[in-house]
């Protein structure tokens, strides 16, 4: 069965500071990788994918995600957060099969 | 460009009322559709999903069903709610591809009283 975990359900940052959320999966076969971001009461909006290629992707808002095979990791990062991107964020993972997994989801807080 | 269009984005009912929430998607065609559950504001469940017209995947059993009468059109229905049927739904649809992430609608956020 397929997985994914984030294991932190708070991450804390300064305003102007790299920002890292974790996330790690666990899959049989080649996995699809995705980050979304939800703000209160929204739908979640799709931020970055991993499919192949280069590990690390670039996606929306300045975010990019490094995929890790060995780690079987994809940490979404930005060099500098904003107080703007304070909100909910979910990892999820899907393989050929074509079944979807997200994770429990990260909450961020920028402070400014 | 593609929309996704869900509503009521509020909605309180009474224990054993009746439920029907709709999504339609605007800008494409046989798009497989979606819809989940979040609970307390986390993780989301996967409710139904479908790949085409009257063709309906449950992931959960539950006290909820959902149709698709037309390609671009998603239903979720209850018949009787009970208090746990309280939460957020979402619907979402992406286009048939294992490469392509998923569109949100803005959500219903649904209290059972």
């Known amino acids: 069965a397929q997985s994914v975990a984030q294991p932190e359900d708070q991450v804390n940052v300064a305003e102007g500071n790299p920002l890292t959320v974790k996330c790690t999966y666990s899959v049989s076969g080649n996995p699809y990788l995705f980050w979304y971001v939800q703000y209160p009461n929204r739908g979640l909006q799709f931020l970055l994918k991993y499919i192949t290629g280069d590990n690390l992707v670039k996606g929306s808002y300045g975010f990019e995600a490094e995929f890790n095979k060995s780690q079987t990791s994809f940490h979404l990062k930005k060099p500098s957060a904003l107080v703007s991107d304070s909100a909910l964020y979910f990892c999820?993972?899907?393989?050929?099969?074509?079944?979807?997994?997200f994770g429990d989801g990260t909450t961020l807080t920028v402070k400014p | 460009s593609q929309t996704i269009h869900q509503w009521p984005a509020t909605l309180v009912q009474p224990v054993g009322s009746p439920l029907s929430l709709e999504c339609t998607v605007e800008g494409t065609s046989n798009p497989n559709l979606y819809w989940y559950r979040q609970a307390a504001g986390r993780g989301l469940q996967l409710l139904f999903y479908s790949v085409g017209i009257g063709q309906i995947s449950s992931e959960v059993p539950q006290n909820l069903s959902a149709s698709r009468p037309q390609d671009r059109q998603f239903i979720l229905s209850s018949k009787k709610l009970l208090l746990s049927d309280s939460g957020f739904y979402l619907c979402?649809?992406?286009?048939?591809?294992?490469?392509?992430?998923?569109?949100f609608g803005s959500g219903t956020r649904l209290t059972v009283v």
């Open positions: 979402a649809w992406r286009p048939p591809g294992q490469g392509n992430g998923y569109t």
């Open positions: 999820a993972v899907r393989t050929t099969a074509g079944k979807s997994t």
